[in-house]
Nanobody
Framework: QVQLVESGGGSVQTGGSLRLSCVVA????????MGWFRQDPGKEREGVAC????????SYSDSVKGRFTISQDNAKKTLYLQMNSLKPEDTAMYYC????????????????????WGQGTQVTVSS
């Protein structure tokens, strides 16, 4: 069982930055996938960034490419999402997710590929 705990959400103005963290507990595997997802009420959950923790390869949605950066600190077992140039449309609850494998023809930005989820952290961007 993998446990994930997010932190770092908050309220910022347009153009501001935030860094989200996700601590991974109770996982003994060295290679697995992790992703950041977001969901606004009434909308579907959207994958924004993901990483293969063993290889370090990353993927981003078009909506955040060039503004968000996903990274990992293996020693701290922590996943980060650095969010720059934030826009009001980035407002959402942000979740981290993890699983040991992802179907290559589906990709790691797909919600259905993950079994383990954190509780979420709210990000609000005001204009």
């Amino acid at each position: 069982q993998v446990q994930l705990v997010e932190s770092g959400g908050g309220s910022v103005q347009t153009g501001g930055s935030l860094r989200l963290s996700c601590v991974v507990a109770k996982n003994t595997y060295s290679s697995y996938y992790m992703g950041w997802f977001r969901q606004d009420p009434g909308k579907e959950r959207e994958g924004v960034a993901c990483i293969n923790v063993g290889r370090g390869s990353t993927s981003y949605s078009d909506s955040v490419k060039g503004r968000f950066t996903i990274s990992q600190d293996n020693a701290k077992k922590t996943l980060y999402l650095q969010m720059n140039s934030l826009k009001p449309e980035d407002t959402a609850m942000y979740y981290c997710a993890a699983d040991f494998r992802v179907r290559p023809y589906i990709g790691c930005l797909a919600e259905a590929e993950y079994r383990y989820w954190g509780q979420g952290t709210q990000v609000t961007v005001s204009s």
